[in-house]
Every structure is written in structure tokens, then in C-alpha cells.
């Protein structure tokens, strides 16, 4: 069955940087985009971007433009998404989905805190 | 790029159907059949019921259908039930460049 497991919670200070992995498992790997979508607490869903596993191509919301890099391993099968130069306002859920024009399967988040 | 619009809730007694509109704009619902619905349990992640603007994906109700017009899709759950108490999501894919936006989030109360 498809799967995407990610990595566990992470707390980190104001301006420094996160990578959060997705191991996908159940499906060809490199067949699907992976998309990367964060959630503040009580907040809506906010897409971030997308990363396409066979060729590496990325496209970014122009919010996270400059500050946001998602890379893959397809040896482990594994999406990344690095946020950098993080604020307060960064603290949320991140969820990585696989996509092919619709988000079919989610990984379980990961919540990334940003506190001094 | 701006959120799609939903209503912030939408209410029904058991056995009833009500409908969710998601707004957008001739750059993003009203240009692409790529609307999907995405159910929303507290604190777990996301769930895909409808995708293409109106099919559903193996194993999921056929009490949920999607349809649009013009700008703006719609969600419509028949014969409510106590489990389909969310928060639901539209989103649409909106070209090249932005890619995809979601909407705002309906919170869904079964009376």
C-alpha cells in the first residue's frame, strides 16, 4: 500500500533552517510529483511547491520563493523540503502529498515549531 | 495569488444533503477541470474525496459528488452522517506559474 512516512517534530530558533524528509513506499517513487503543503495551528492549507522525483524540477509558491528548496534521494526514496531563514510565522504542520494534479496520498506531518 | 472562497461553515441534520461553494477566479477554477476536495479530521492529515471536479476515488462514498460552474465548484454531501464532521478543502490547480491554491476550509456540523 502507498505510503509517505515522514520525519519527526522539530524545534528550531528564529533564522535558522529545517529539512523535513518524505520516504515514499508502495509505488514507484519517481512516477509521481511530490507537493509539499504546511497547515498553522487552526489555520487553512497552504500549498508550498512541488518537486518532480525522476527529473528533480521544482516549482514554488511565490511566497517561499528564496527561502524554500525541495530535493529528492531516489535511492531511498525520499522527498525533502528545507525552509530557511525561519520566523514565528513558519510554525506549522508540513504535510508532503503525492500528486499527479491531485493530492492522492499525504504523509502524516511533521510539526516544525519556531520559538527563541 | 488569493485563496479560493468557502463559506467558514456550513451546518445539517442526519439524512440531509448540503452543498459547499468554492470561489475562484477565470485564472484558476473557471480555466482548468482540476478542482479536488480534501476531507479534514482534527489532527490528522488530509483525505482526497473528489478530484477532477466531480470523480471520487475508489472508496470513498458516493454520498460526496463535486460539480462547477463557471468560477465557482461545489461539494455536495448527501444523506449526512455523525463521521462526515470536517473541515473540508477545495483546491485548484491555477497554471503554470501558481500552480495550485486551496481555499479557505469549511467546517462541517452535523447537528
Known amino acids: 500500500q502507498v505510503q509517505l512516512v515522514q520525519s519527526g517534530a522539530e524545534v528550531k530558533k528564529p533564522g535558522a533552517s529545517v529539512k523535513v524528509s518524505c520516504k515514499a513506499s508502495?509505488?514507484?517513487?519517481?512516477?509521481?510529483?511530490i507537493n509539499w503543503v504546511r497547515q498553522a495551528t487552526g489555520q487553512g492549507l497552504e500549498w508550498m511547491g512541488w518537486m518532480n522525483p525522476n527529473s528533480g524540477n521544482t516549482g514554488y509558491a511565490q511566497k517561499f520563493q528564496g527561502r524554500v528548496t525541495m530535493t529528492r534521494n531516489t535511492s531511498i526514496s525520499t522527498a525533502y523540503m528545507e525552509l530557511s531563514s525561519l520566523r514565528s510565522e513558519d510554525t506549522a504542520v508540513y504535510y508532503c502529498?503525492?500528486?499527479?494534479?491531485?493530492?492522492?496520498?499525504w504523509g502524516q506531518g511533521t510539526l516544525v515549531t519556531v520559538s527563541s | 495569488q488569493s485563496a479560493l472562497t468557502q463559506p467558514a461553515s456550513v451546518s445539517g441534520s442526519p439524512g440531509q444533503s448540503i452543498t459547499i461553494s468554492c470561489t475562484g477566479t477565470?485564472?484558476?477554477?473557471?480555466?482548468?477541470?482540476?478542482v479536488s476536495w480534501y476531507q479534514q479530521h482534527p489532527g490528522k492529515a488530509p483525505k482526497l474525496m473528489i478530484y477532477?471536479?466531480?470523480k471520487r476515488p475508489s472508496g470513498v462514498s458516493n454520498r460526496f459528488s463535486g460539480s462547477k460552474s463557471g468560477n465557482t465548484a461545489s461539494l455536495t454531501i448527501s444523506g449526512l452522517q455523525a463521521e462526515d464532521e470536517a473541515d473540508y478543502y477545495c483546491?485548484?490547480?491555477?497554471?503554470?506559474?501558481?500552480?495550485?491554491?486551496f481555499g479557505t476550509g469549511t467546517k462541517v456540523t452535523v447537528l
Open positions: 477532477e471536479g466531480s
Open positions: 477565470s485564472s484558476d477554477v473557471g480555466s482548468y477541470n482540476l
Open positions: 508502495g509505488y514507484t517513487f519517481t512516477s509521481y510529483d
Open positions: 502529498a503525492r500528486a499527479l494534479r491531485n493530492f492522492d496520498y
Open positions: 483546491c485548484s490547480y491555477a497554471g503554470s506559474s501558481t500552480y495550485y491554491v
